[in-house]
Structures are given as C-alpha cells and as structure tokens.
C-alpha cells in the first residue's frame, strides 16, 4: 500500500507499536493499573534512639505523657517515660519537629532521671515498680492549662503501696497502702490522654455569678490481684494550679479509695471516666450516664458502679447463647459523644470465643462477634476511634508450632462481609490503628513491625505491608507515641506528625520512629527498600510512570479512533448526501455545516463538562461534533465531480436507485479522502484530549497522558522530574507523528502527483 512512502510506511510502524502496547497494557505492565508503591518506598522513615542508663533492667512498655492533650498548636511536646521494675524512671520531653531539623530529643531539650526510692515522699517508695502511668494536665476553672512543658503528674504501683506524684515541683498528692499483691493495674483512659477529650476543672455556684466551689477533675486507678480489687480517686489539675477553699479535697490535689470489694474476677477492672456527657452537679459530677466502674465477675456477669463506689446493677454476659467471662482487656471507644459511647469486652464460653459491643449508656449488650474456638485468646486492647471499627487479635495456641494469631476488624454491628483477616505466625506483641494513617500497625512475633490497610474491598486475606524502620529482634516493648506538639489523639492531627515508641531492654535504648516520615516522592528511576523496581520512576503519589505509559495508551486511541469515527463518518455521510442530491438539500445541509464550523470549540467542552462531568466521553462528543463540517465539504465537492462520470450514468441507465448510487458507486470513490482525514483526526484528537486534560478538564478516573502532564505541574516536578515530565510529552508527539505520517501515506496514494515530487 505505501510501496515508495518511507513516511508512510514509517508511520504505520509507529500506530502499530502504540496499538500493541494498549492491548496489551494489562499483560507487559510491569504493576497493576491503580498501583501505588508502599510507603516503605514513597517515605523516608527517620526513627531516633536514646540510651538508657544503666542498661539489662526489666523495663516496661514507654509511657506516653502529652502536656497538651487536644490543644492545636502544637506548642507543647510529649514526655517519654521509661521506667525499669528496679525503680528507674527515666523521662525525656519530646517536641514537635514539623517545622526543624532537629530530632525529638533535640527539641524537646529536657529529660529527667530518678530512683523512686529518693523521691521526696513519705513512706519511701520501694521497688519493685509493678506499673507507672502518667496524668494529663486538665483545664483549671479559670481557663489555663498550665506550662506547656513541665507539666503533668505520675502515678505508681510500688510493692504494695500505689503514689500520685508531680515530679516537676517534687511534691506528692496522694498514697495508699493496698492490703494485696496487684496484679491487675491500670487507669482510665481519660487521664492518660486515650480519650478525644480535655479533662475540665469545673465549678460549682450557688448562683451564676458568684463565686463557687472548684470540682475536679477526678482521675481513677484501680488494682486487683483477682479477688480484692480496689479503685482510687485522685484530684489532678496541672502543675502551676493553686487551690481554692472549699475544693473537693480538703488538701486538694489529694485522692481517697472510692471503692473496695471481695469480688473474684475472671479479668482486669475497667473505670470509664467522660466529662462530654452528662454528669449530675448534684453528686459533684460523680454520678450519670458518662462513668462507670466494670468488674468481670467469674459467675458470668458484669458488675457495674458509680465511680462514688455505689452499685449500678448487673450485666450478664452470653456468647452464642451460652453463659460467657471476660477474657481480656476491655476495650473502649477513644470519641466522647454519648452515641459512641461503646465498649468492646473480649469473652469466652465453653464453646465460642468473641467480642461483645457494651452501650455504656444503656448498659445492654447491642452486638456481638463469636467464633467456635474457645481455645483461642484475645491479644490486645480492642479500641476504635468513633465506634465505627475496631481491630482484635486472637491467638490460636494450636495452630503451628508455635501458635497463629488471627487479626479481625469488626464494623460497628460487629459483623462484616467480606470479612478483613490477616494471619500471623506465633503470638503477637502488640498492635495499634492509627486512624490518619488508615493502617493498623502490628509487631508480630518474628520481630519487626509491618501495616496493614484498614481500606479493602475483596474476601481475600489482607496482605500485611512491611514498615520502613524495623526495630532489633530484641525490641518487644511498643507504643503508640502521638503528636509530639503535645497530644495523643485528636481531630486535627495529620499523619506527618504522628510517632511511635520501642524500648529495647537489653542494651537500655529506647527509640521514637514516624508512622508515616518525608515523602520523598516523585522516585526517579532505580530499585527502592520494597525490592520494587521502576524503571521509568513515579509520580507524586508513587504510580509507577512506565504502568501508566502503558494504559495511557489506551484512552489515547479510545478518543482518538472514536472521535475519527465520529466525525469522518458523519462528515462523508452529509457530503455524500449533499453533493448528490444537491439543489434544497444541498442548501440546507451546506448551511447547517456552516453552523457547526462557527461553533467554539471550548466553550461547548466547559458547558458539557459542567452539565454532565468532565469525561473522555465528552471529548470524543466535542470532537466529533465539530471536527465532521469541515470533513463534509472536502467529500461534497469530490462527489460533486464524481456524480458527473460515465460510470455513474451507466448505472443510473441500468435501474440503479439513488441509494446504490451514493452507497455502491460513488462512496467507495471518496473513501480514501475519508481514510486520509480520518488519520489526521486521529492526531488531532489525540493531541487535543491531551491538551484538555492538561487544562484540568479532562477525566480524571483515567490514565492519560493530558493528565499525566498536568500532575507534573501541579506538583511542581516539571523542572525536577524528567522522568515525570518526558514520557507521556513523547507519547503524545510519536503517536500524534505517527498518524500524521500515515495520513501522508494516504495522501500519496490519493494523490499519486505527490510520489513523482
């Protein structure tokens, strides 16, 4: 066909290359079309480590203490707290980093070191330490909450003895003696800062207006050794807070044992203590629908007290029918709204093991989750941010050498099809959402530390991710850190911001590390942490350009074909039409063409875009309409000479119809005019679908090259990301070249006075 057309020739060579590539997009891409590389490869994930001295203790897991629980300007830190069951307590200030080159410890620029047994309080604390919380700052009556810095309090388990301490103005607040070893130790997640919530110092008056008394707020722990169990109530409202007379402690910040039973439980105690639901001034907002102290009882229910020590009444707790206790840590909802207000409370019955969903206003069992292994155990603490998901382990003893533990999300009805699992060999050592982040980070008991997204759509297991910074094998102490500006959790923190924490007892180290690091992306082209290689880089967001390339071509020739069709077949049907039957309709169809060829070309795409939504669809729409006049006038004026033949009156003579005319004798005549401008709106389509989605108006749920170039510029890589920026522009010119030259091809074959020049 283009025998003596090196042009043309060349230009068929060049179609049929890029036609390949879109067929085969899905088979020679080297990632999936939506692919993203793993944050391993997108960040660069610093961790910072500080040595603990002396090494070789029995550390616990980090204490988080934030200075500025819920505050959003980022204008206090986190204290960092390591404390060894010798006595050690080890506490480093970290700051926020967002905005510096320095680490945590850098700018945080304060820590402190001591023995309990050389505090300054009576009696002498003596080790061994059993367990350490901190206490967040709250809100005084008039508004302040305190320094941004030395701010917070500490409260311990020493043998037998539990101690409320300030160690910034080295004064105890509060002691008490137990009559029991502990086992079971903890505090509510409001004074730990594990609640979206800021505790308020409130006042009550006898008369708005007047001076009143200073209320709160009240922070609880409590200690079991499984058949005694006692709950403290300790008075804490920041570091540089005076007292007022008439305080709920005469000697305020102080505290008192708020309740003291003889209960046999079957797991810890849980004290739920929300300030963001109603409380009753009468009882000193100690009484109503936000607080509550549960205790798991063995015979199979759970009893419930005001946090004033008074009984509420009873829960009986059933799994799959059958009587159920609690087998592990009671989990909470972290948001303090009254409709979210949920706990999870992991059970087990002579035949199933589950979670059930506790509504701490009603005080009901509203959903359950139950599988027939009672063999199993719950690992973790099963807590969600709004009630909507939370994520359980449970460790199967049996299954493998050395057990499998079986991570599940249950939704808010605690059911979800499919369901998310993910399997992990042995037993693991800890996990936590993180909900910015949309990951639940797992530390399995292989070591290490790997992700898994809480977005999925399919019935298949999750595929666990592995994380940037991996810790020592050693490492088994782990803890989510916050926002070093000074909170735990929130509504406005981002995932920049965000840390974790590992504590390596053998040589002494502790270690903070970002969840989600400095993105580092575009990637130019070269092999990356995940072992992934991308040879021709990615872009902002991590798709690898080379996979992009590939399926780019596809919506090229969708448009371009398309449109081509559209508008050269339409264009030759009216020519045909017009230059045949000639006289009215001739008149009326030149006219109309003469309309359309007035008609702006982006105007219309603005207007369809913004009735229907910009899409390739309505590019191929815009196209064809206005590309078709100028095609039905080149075919009118050839059909205009050809109806003059010979051999079009010869079959006029022998009967033919006006229709075999125009279909059977003269169309087959214009057609290689129709082939020829067809490869030449092909190229044109293609060049102005890039042009459009280079503006932002084309359809952004495709891969295309127009919108592969108008990222480059919107992320400001075109100066930068060559890999980025010369791909898809190459694309454009060969494929937009290749049809150009298989329309001169054409038009050498048409024309043959062109092949003698």
């Known amino acids: 066909m283009f025998r003596g057309s090196r042009l043309g020739l060349a230009g068929l060579v060049i179609v049929l290359v890029f036609a390949a590539i879109a067929i085969l997009a899905p088979f020679i891409s080297p990632y999936p079309r939506n692919f993203e590389a793993p944050d391993s490869d997108r960040f660069t994930i610093s961790d910072y480590t500080r040595q603990l001295i002396p090494p070789g203790l029995n550390y616990s897991a980090p204490?988080?203490?934030?200075?500025?629980?819920?505050?959003?300007?980022?204008?206090?830190?986190?204290?960092?707290?390591?404390?060894?069951?010798?006595?050690?307590?080890?506490?480093?200030?970290?700051?926020?980093?967002?905005?510096?080159?320095?680490?945590?410890?850098?700018?945080?620029?304060?820590?402190?070191?001591?023995?309990?047994?050389d505090l300054p309080i009576t009696p002498q604390p003596t080790a061994p330490v059993e367990a350490l919380y901190y206490i967040v700052p709250a809100k005084d009556s008039s508004g302040s909450s305190g320094a941004r810095r030395e701010n917070g309090a500490i409260a311990f388990f020493a043998q037998r003895d539990f101690y409320v301490y300030d160690p910034f103005s080295r004064s105890p607040i509060f002691w008490s003696r137990l009559g029991f070893d502990p086992v079971w130790m903890g505090e509510d997640p409001a004074s730990a800062g594990d609640l979206i919530l800021l505790p308020v110092q409130r006042t009550i008056a006898p008369f708005p207006g007047l001076p009143g008394r200073d209320i709160g707020p009240y922070r609880y722990f409590f200690a079991s050794d499984g058949t005694h169990t006692v709950v403290f109530e300790t008075v804490y409202v920041h570091a540089n807070a005076t007292v007022k007379p008439g305080a709920a402690y005469p000697s305020a910040p102080g505290g008192r044992a708020v309740l003291y039973v003889n209960e046999t439980l079957s797991a810890p105690p849980f004290v739920y203590y929300n300030q963001d639901v109603p409380l009753n001034a009468s009882d000193d907002f100690r009484t109503g629908p936000g607080q509550a102290i549960l205790l798991p009882l063995t015979n199979g229910t759970l009893e419930v007290h005001n946090v004033t020590g008074a009984l509420r009444g009873w829960v009986p707790l059933t799994l799959g029918g059958g009587t159920a206790t609690v087998d592990g840590t009671i989990g909470f909802t972290r948001s303090t709204s009254l409709d979210t207000m949920k706990l999870y409370l992991p059970l087990r019955s002579a035949s199933r093991v589950g979670v059930v969903v506790l509504d701490l206003f009603s005080m009901t069992i509203v959903h359950e989750f139950s599988l027939p292994n009672p063999t199993w155990e719950a690992i973790g603490i099963p807590t969600s941010y709004r009630a909507k998901a939370t994520y359980l382990g449970l460790f199967d003893p049996s299954a493998g050498p050395g057990g499998t533990t079986h991570m599940i999300r249950l939704n808010e009805t605690a059911g979800e099809t499919p369901q998310f699992r993910t399997d992990f060999p042995g037993r693991v050592r800890w996990f936590f959402e993180v909900e910015e982040r949309s990951k639940v980070f797992v530390f399995p008991a292989g070591?290490?530390?790997?992700?898994?997204?809480?977005?999925?759509?399919?019935?298949?297991?999750?595929?666990?991710?592995?994380?940037?910074?991996?810790?020592?094998?050693?490492?088994?102490?782990?803890?989510?850190?916050?926002?070093?500006?000074?909170?735990?959790?929130?509504?406005?923190?981002?995932?920049?911001?965000?840390?974790?924490?590992?504590?390596?007892?053998?040589?002494?180290?502790?270690?903070?590390?970002?969840?989600?690091?400095?993105?580092?992306?575009?990637?130019?082209p070269g092999t990356y942490p995940s072992g992934h290689e991308y040879l021709l880089g990615t872009d902002f967001r991590g798709a690898d350009i080379l996979t992009q390339l590939f399926y780019g071509a596809q919506v090229a020739f969708i448009v371009g074909g398309l449109a081509a069709v559209f508008a050269v077949g339409l264009g030759t049907l009216v020519g045909l039409l017009a230059g045949y039957f000639g006289k009215i309709v001739d008149t009326l169809l030149m006219r109309t063409t003469d309309i359309f060829l007035v008609l702006p070309f982006l105007p219309i795409v603005l207007i369809l875009a913004a009735i229907l939504r910009p899409s390739i669809w309505v590019i191929i729409l815009v196209l064809g309409i206005v590309g078709w006049p100028g095609i039905a006038r080149i075919i009118r004026a050839q059909?205009?000479?050809?109806?003059?033949?010979?051999f079009v009156d010869a079959a006029r003579v022998s009967g033919a119809s006006d229709l075999r005319l125009i279909f059977y004798e003269i169309a087959p005549n214009v057609l290689p005019f129709s082939f020829l401008y067809m490869s030449l709106t092909?190229?044109?389509?293609?060049?102005?679908?890039?042009?459009?989605?280079?503006?932002?108006?084309?359809?952004?749920?495709?891969?295309?090259?127009?919108?592969?170039?108008?990222?480059?510029?919107?992320?400001?890589?075109a100066l930068t990301a060559w890999w980025w920026l010369l791909p898809p522009g190459l694309a454009i010119t060969l494929l937009s070249l290749g049809f150009y030259l298989l329309g001169r091809g054409f038009d050498e074959v048409i024309n043959p006075r062109l092949r003698r020049r």
Do not use: C
């Open 63 to 117: 204490v988080m203490g934030p200075t500025t629980p819920l505050s959003s300007d980022r204008q206090g830190g986190m204290w960092l707290i390591n404390y060894a069951r010798e006595g050690y307590v080890f506490m480093d200030f970290l700051g926020g980093t967002l905005e510096t080159n320095k680490t945590p410890f850098q700018a945080g620029n304060l820590s402190m070191q001591f023995h309990v047994s």
């Open 447 to 524: 070591g290490g530390i790997v992700m898994l997204s809480t977005t999925f759509s399919s019935a298949a297991q999750v595929q666990p991710e592995a994380f940037g910074v991996q810790p020592p094998s050693s490492a088994v102490l782990f803890r989510y850190a916050g926002a070093l500006g000074g909170t735990l959790y929130g509504t406005a923190l981002i995932p920049q911001e965000l840390y974790g924490a590992w504590t390596d007892a053998s040589p002494g180290e502790t270690t903070v590390f970002q969840l989600l690091g400095t993105i580092r992306t575009p990637l130019p």
């Open 639 to 646: 059909v205009l000479t050809l109806k003059e033949r010979p």
């Open 682 to 717: 092909v190229a044109g389509a293609i060049i102005t679908e890039a042009a459009l989605s280079f503006l932002g108006l084309g359809d952004v749920t495709v891969i295309s090259w127009g919108g592969m170039l108008s990222q480059v510029l919107t992320f400001g890589g």
